[in-house]
C-alpha cells in the first residue's frame, strides 16, 4: 500500500513443520534504508519471503543472501532477463564499480562484485521496495564499505524504501537506517 | 595426449583382434585386413553409402521425435508432481517393453512401412529420455525458481534462461545414451521389414554367410557414431557448460 510516498507492507503468520515462527506484522517503509536485526535462524529471511509473496499489489524485489545470479550467463545477459533498459542498468553498474564486469559470468566475479551485481538487478527491475537479505554476510570491510556507498547512492539517487535484514546491525550505522528488531518465539517485529 | 592414447589403445584391439582371428576359423571371424578389403569393395559399388544414408536418416527422424516427446514427457512428469504419480509407471513399462514386440506390434498395425519403422524406434526410445530428463528436471536448484518468480519471469524467459540451462547434463547423457541404443534398434527394424540400410544388409550377408561384410557395414556405422560424437556432441557440449569450469584454479593464468 502506498501512501506520501511511504510503503505499508504485511506478511501473514508464518510456520514451519506445524510450529508458529514469525508473528503476522506491517511496517512502513519510507524511502530511505530501514534495517531488521535479529538473532540467526530467527525468521529474518522467512519474513522477507514472506513480504515478497504477500503484498501483490507492490513491486517487491527480494536480493537473496546468496546473489542468485544465472552462472552460465554473463552479467549483461542476467540484468537483460530483468529489464530491457540496457542504459539504466550501465549506469547502475558504473555507480557500482561493475562496469568493466559487463561480459564477465558470475563465477568469474568475487562474492562482493556478485552481491553487488545482485543489488543492480533488483534496482533495475523497478521495484516499489527493494528487500536486502543480509547483504553484508561473508564480505570483508572493504567489501562492506562498498556496499554501503552502493546503498548510499541509491538512497540518494531513487526514492524507494529499501529494507535490509542484518545479524550484524552495526554494519549498517553509517547509514543512519530506521532499526526494528525481530525477536521472541514466535518471533514478531518492535521498533528499536 | 588423450587422443595418442585413444589411438594406442584401439590399436591394441586391432591386435587382440588380429591374434583372435588368427587361431580361429576365418569364416566366421575374419582378419582385419579381409574387413577392410570388403569395405573398401562395398565403397567402390556404392552400396555402403546408400544403406548408411538410410540408416542414419531413419536413425535422426527417429531419434529426433523420440528426443521431442521424451523431453515434453520428462519435463511434465519432472515439474507436476500429479502427472507424476499417475504416469510414471506408464513411462516404467513402456522402458521395458522389448524393442522386438514394439517393432512387431508397429509392422503389424502401421504395414512394413518407414513410418512404422521410424515410429517404433520413437516408441522405445522416448520414454528412456524421458526418464533422463525427470532426472534433471527434480533437480532443479529451487533458489533460481525463486528468483523467476520474485522477479516474474515470463514462461518462455524461465525455459530458455533457467531450465534448459540446469538441463544440460542430463540431456547430453540422453543424447548419447539414446543416440548408441537408437541406431541398434533401427537395425533390428531394418532387418525384420526394410529393403534398405545396413540391417537389411547384415541379414542378407548373414544368409550368404560373409562375416567380413557383415563387420565391414557395422564398423562403418560405428565410425559415423563416433564422428558425430566427436565432431558434433563434444564440441557443443564443451561450448555449451564452459561457465562450469568459472572460478576454478585450473582456469587461473598466472
Redesign the interface.
Known amino acids: 500500500m502506498f501512501k506520501d510516498g511511504v510503503v505499508t507492507v504485511s506478511w501473514p503468520n508464518c510456520k514451519f513443520d506445524g510450529k508458529e515462527v514469525l508473528q503476522s506484522g506491517q511496517l512502513a517503509l519510507h524511502p530511505g534504508c530501514s534495517v531488521v536485526s535479529g538473532d540467526s535462524g530467527i525468521g529474518k529471511t522467512t519474513m522477507l519471503r514472506a513480504i515478497?509473496q504477500n503484498n501483490s499489489k507492490i513491486r517487491s524485489?527480494?536480493v537473496?543472501q546468496?546473489p542468485?545470479l544465472?552462472?552460465?550467463?554473463t552479467l549483461e545477459?542476467n540484468l537483460a532477463?530483468?529489464s530491457k533498459e540496457h542504459e539504466v542498468a550501465i549506469k547502475w553498474l558504473d555507480s557500482f564499480g561493475l562496469y568493466n564486469c559487463l561480459g564477465l559470468?558470475?563465477?568469474?566475479m568475487s562474492l562482493g562484485m556478485q552481491r553487488r551485481a545482485a543489488i543492480v538487478?533488483g534496482l533495475i527491475?523497478k521495484p516499489d521496495v527493494l528487500l536486502l537479505d543480509e547483504p553484508s554476510a561473508s564480505l570483508d570491510q572493504l567489501n562492506i564499505d562498498r556496499l554501503l556507498d552502493c546503498l548510499v547512492e541509491i538512497i540518494h539517487s531513487r526514492s524507494i524504501p529499501i529494507l535490509l535484514v542484518s545479524h550484524q546491525i552495526d554494519h549498517f550505522e553509517r547509514l543512519k537506517a530506521k532499526q526494528f528488531y525481530l525477536g521472541g518465539s514466535p518471533a514478531f517485529i518492535s521498533e528499536v | 595426449m588423450r587422443i595418442v592414447e585413444a589411438c594406442l589403445s584401439l590399436l591394441g584391439l586391432l591386435l587382440l583382434w588380429w591374434g583372435v582371428s588368427a587361431i580361429s576359423d576365418p569364416l566366421v571371424l575374419p582378419p582385419p585386413d579381409a574387413v577392410f578389403y570388403a569395405l573398401v569393395t562395398e565403397i567402390g559399388t556404392g552400396e555402403l553409402w546408400t544403406h548408411l544414408g538410410a540408416t542414419l536418416f531413419r536413425v535422426v527422424m527417429a531419434f529426433g521425435l523420440a528426443w521431442m516427446v521424451g523431453v515434453v514427457i520428462g519435463v511434465s512428469l519432472g515439474r507436476i508432481k500429479l502427472l507424476d504419480r499417475w504416469f510414471w509407471s506408464w513411462v516404467t513399462t513402456f522402458l521395458n517393453l522389448p524393442a522386438l514386440v514394439v517393432i512387431v506390434v508397429c509392422y503389424l498395425a502401421l504395414g512394413m512401412t518407414e513410418t512404422a519403422a521410424i515410429l517404433a524406434v520413437t516408441i522405445n526410445k522416448a520414454p528412456l529420455i524421458a526418464v533422463n530428463v525427470r532426472d534433471g528436471v527434480r533437480q532443479f536448484d529451487p533458489k533460481y525458481d525463486e528468483f523467476a518468480s520474485n522477479y516474474g519471469l515470463s514462461f518462455s524467459q524461465k525455459v530458455r534462461s533457467i531450465w534448459i540451462p540446469q538441463l544440460e547434463p542430463f540431456l547430453f547423457t540422453a543424447l548419447r545414451t539414446g543416440l548408441s541404443l537408437t541406431w541398434k534398434v533401427i537395425l533390428v527394424v531394418e532387418l525384420i521389414g526394410r529393403s534398405s540400410g545396413v540391417g537389411f544388409q547384415i541379414h542378407l550377408y548373414f544368409q550368404l554367410f560373409e562375416v567380413d561384410v557383415i563387420l565391414a557395414y557395422a564398423l562403418s556405422f560405428i565410425v559415423v557414431m563416433q564422428l558425430i560424437e566427436w565432431l558434433c556432441v563434444r564440441p557443443l557440449e564443451k561450448y555449451v557448460q564452459r561457465w562450469r569450469s568459472d572460478g576454478q584454479l585450473a582456469q587461473l593464468q598466472v
Do not use: D, S
Not at chain 1, 105 to 108: A, E, L, W
Open positions: 515478497a524485489v527480494l537473496f546468496e542468485t544465472l552462472p552460465w550467463l545477459e532477463l530483468v559470468r558470475p563465477g568469474q538487478r527491475a
